[in-house]
């Protein structure tokens, strides 16, 4: 077996020395090779894309968070080489939804003895954006654009620009076309959801498969203190979401249409501002490495 380690070193904030002196332990421990790859920012996508015929890999690794994890997924996409997940990075949102084990080095075992491989999914976005977690419009986007200007880091900075979106919350039109059909409505927000929860374990709904060939548009209509409290709780246990702010659109193809361009952001990441949203699902676009306990394997049917 030979692994082909995918490493962002900056992602999380996160030291991965002492996560790769102790896979390289393991590795030599059991004869297993390997090549670790550290991405710099530059030419990252194209190094790894001629790095893979020269390696050869049984298996490539994720060593990062979820932009790494998008990363290599999208370098991955038409090669056949399978991909696993080790956590190291700030949420870690995409390994949770997937059911990784959040310790690293107990997650690279279970890559190294799993021969289970599934088909994971991949959202594009206006032929050119793409996602594997969540992505949305109206007050979360605003949040993230705001945070991410502010040089200033941690849940102090992040609850100082949550209230000011919460104070200035208001509705705006968009028109929804999937499944043949035209959805009107007026929202705070709308979210383009792969799996069901953000990285901070808020649920946006409870019937997201990343492994299934659809994804769910969430239209919320009512932010308030209650709904805040039940979107908490249903953090902990996902029989307090809540199922009365909004209303959810399952399909494999939609397109959103706005009356003024809005600000878009696809998995923590703010894109731009867009008048109308395409999204397609490149169905079972990444060969991934899972387990048993990965309860996606028994859910392969939406609700229509």
Same mark, same amino acid.
């Given at each position: 077996m030979k692994l082909l380690f995918v490493v962002n070193p900056i992602s999380g904030g996160i030291d991965k020395g002492p996560f790769l002196k102790d896979a390289k332990a393991l590795c030599n421990k059991y004869n297993i090779a390997y090549h670790i790859f550290k991405t710099t920012g530059k030419n990252d996508e194209t190094s790894l894309k001629k790095l893979l015929p020269e390696q050869l890999p049984d298996k490539v690794i994720s060593v990062g968070g979820d932009g790494t994890t998008l990363f290599t997924a999208l370098a991955l996409i038409g090669t056949g080489y399978p991909m696993g997940i080790v956590p190291q990075g700030s949420a870690n949102g995409m390994a949770r939804e997937l059911f990784v084990n959040p310790k690293p080095i107990e997650a690279l075992k279970d890559i190294i003895m799993?021969?289970?491989?599934?088909? /994971?999914?991949?959202?594009?976005?206006?032929?050119?954006?793409?996602?594997?977690?969540?992505?949305?419009?109206?007050?979360?986007?605003? /949040?993230?654009?705001?945070?991410?200007?502010?040089?200033?880091?941690?849940?102090?900075? &992040?609850?100082? &620009?949550?209230?000011?979106?919460?104070?200035? !919350?208001?509705?705006?039109?968009?028109?929804?076309?999937?499944?043949?059909?035209? &959805?009107?409505?007026?929202?705070?927000?709308?979210?383009?959801?792969?799996?069901? @929860?953000?990285?901070?374990?808020?649920? /946006?709904?409870?019937?997201?498969?990343?492994?299934?060939?659809?994804?769910? !548009?969430? /239209?919320?209509? @009512?932010?308030?203190?209650?709904?805040?409290?039940?979107?908490? !709780?249903?953090?902990?246990?996902? @029989?307090?979401?809540?199922?009365?702010?909004?209303?959810?659109i399952v399909t494999d193809y939609a397109e959103i249409v706005f009356n003024t361009p809005r600000l878009l952001q696809l998995d923590g990441e703010v894109i731009g501002k867009f008048e109308k949203i395409k999204i397609e699902i490149l169905k079972g676009a990444v060969k991934f490495i899972t387990h048993g306990d990965n309860t996606y394997l028994n859910k392969t049917v939406k609700n229509q």
């Open positions: 799993s021969d289970r491989i599934e088909g /994971l999914d991949i959202l594009k976005v206006n032929d050119e954006y793409y996602t594997m977690h969540i992505g949305d419009v109206g007050v979360n986007a605003q /949040l993230v654009e705001s945070y991410e200007k502010d040089p200033n880091r941690g849940m102090a900075t &992040y609850a100082r &620009y949550f209230f000011e979106e919460m104070n200035k !919350l208001k509705h705006f039109p968009l028109k929804v076309y999937a499944n043949g059909q035209v &959805y009107n409505d007026e929202v705070l927000m709308v979210a383009i959801c792969n799996a069901r @929860k953000y990285g901070t374990g808020v649920p /946006l709904n409870v019937d997201g498969n990343p492994m299934d060939g659809k994804f769910e !548009l969430v /239209l919320i209509n @009512k932010i308030d203190i209650k709904s805040l409290i039940k979107g908490g !709780l249903a953090s902990i246990d996902e @029989k307090f979401i809540d199922t009365d702010s909004g209303r959810m």
